[in-house]
């Protein structure tokens, strides 16, 4: 019996000292009633649930491992008198000591699950390893910096990726261009595309258009962190030798990102240890209310909603801003994102294509 203990403590404690991989320096700062409650959660813990845990801390969410079940409320930590969930204790400890569980604006909570997370469905327990939840960027006021940056800043027709199933393509009345029109949805998870991500450095598209059949896809750099997509397995076909920007660039994607589609929007949480820069036109209100476009910064262990599909739906019965309508085709289902570098007015890199590494995430919107 005395062995066991020795075990589960010792376990405790390296779950305890993992604190240094997700917080660096901030690892210390812990209010007494926060780390008391935290130490009381684990000792409640199996040895299993500890193994598990401790192998998710102290990989730094590289490997996320398996779901650590906790009963929900009424057990609900106490920290100064208030209750605190366990998921809530569990990420302000390891990874947000400045989380909140106060809703955000609109009502909408500080955390949302991600896809490697089982427990979605669960009533009775929830999940407390705290890298199977993400933090939510609220939107409404975009915290510095974000950049806005005109119509003269969008993809030139002859910098788009071209796709490679041109009979599904049909033109859009609206803008000249073309989408890729279809159902996500009607015939189950995995069975179609609903959408394909094309990986560009500066103007140069690299490799083909990589379709996305399964609800999930991870995205990463030159190390494979399991399934996936490995641009550097694109890179290596290249034809072009890259540039030394390109290349650093791309030793800092690491675990770069995970894309995924959940109810009726589309959702991108940074697993890379650099800020992520992303323009989408319903994250920007609409092209039919504004000329210019809002790039916005997705830090580390941050989620956002990238694309929904139901403002999508809406915003394409307007009609384009007439500052646009001069500007050539415009995909409305079209994504950017570039990794650790912004573009804009307020950057030194104008148009995306300036951006040493970036991908175009070109949506199947829902009919």
């Not at 650590?68 to 106490?78: G, I, K, N, Q, W």
């Not at 990589?210 to 991870?218: E, G, K, W």
């Not at 890379?272 to 039919?288: Q, R």
């Not at 309508?325 to 289902?333: A, E, K, R, S, T």
Request: hydrophobic content about 35%.
């Amino acid at each position: 019996m005395f062995m066991f203990r020795s075990r589960k403590n010792a376990l405790v404690k390296r779950a305890w000292k993992a604190r240094r991989t997700g917080l660096g320096d901030a690892h210390e700062d812990v209010p007494q009633a926060l780390k008391g409650a935290a130490l009381q959660l684990l000792r409640r813990l199996t040895e299993a649930q500890l193994d598990l845990l401790v192998t998710a801390l102290d990989s730094g969410g590289v490997e996320p491992g398996e779901c650590v079940l906790v009963p929900r409320a009424p057990d609900s930590e106490r920290v100064g008198g208030a209750a605190l969930a366990p998921h809530l204790l569990m990420v302000r400890v390891w990874r947000w000591p400045d989380l909140h569980d106060a809703p955000g604006a609109h009502g909408n909570t500080p955390l949302r699950r991600l896809p490697c997370c089982a427990a979605r469905n669960d009533h009775v327990y929830v999940c407390a390893n705290p890298y199977h939840w993400a933090r939510v960027l609220q939107t409404e006021s975009p915290p510095p910096p974000y950049r806005r940056f005109s119509s003269r800043d969008l993809l030139r027709p002859e910098d788009a990726a071209p796709s490679e199933d041109s009979e599904c393509l049909v033109e859009s009345q609206e803008t000249g261009g073309t989408h890729d029109y279809g159902s996500y949805s009607t015939h189950g998870p995995g069975s179609v595309i609903w959408c394909r991500v094309a990986y560009w450095e500066g103007r140069e598209r690299v490799g083909r258009l990589y379709p996305v059949r399964s609800p999930s896809l991870n995205i990463m750099g030159n190390i494979p962190h399991g399934e996936g997509l490995s641009l550097a397995s694109l890179a290596a076909n290249s034809h072009t030798s890259p540039s030394e920007q390109v290349r650093r660039t791309r030793e800092k994607i690491g675990l770069g990102l995970v894309l995924y589609q959940d109810g009726d929007g589309v959702w991108l949480y940074n697993r890379a240890e650099i800020p992520l820069f992303v323009n989408s036109p319903t994250l920007d209100g609409g092209i039919h209310c504004r000329a210019d476009f809002i790039v916005h910064k997705l830090p580390p262990g941050h989620i956002l909603n990238i694309f929904d599909y139901e403002k999508a739906r809406e915003y394409q019965k307007l009609p384009v801003h007439p500052a646009l309508l001069h500007v050539g085709p415009i995909d409305q289902n079209s994504v950017h994102v570039s990794f650790a570098k912004g573009w804009g007015p307020n950057y030194r890199r104008q148009a995306i294509t300036e951006c040493p590494c970036w991908l175009e995430i070109l949506l199947v919107p829902a009919r």
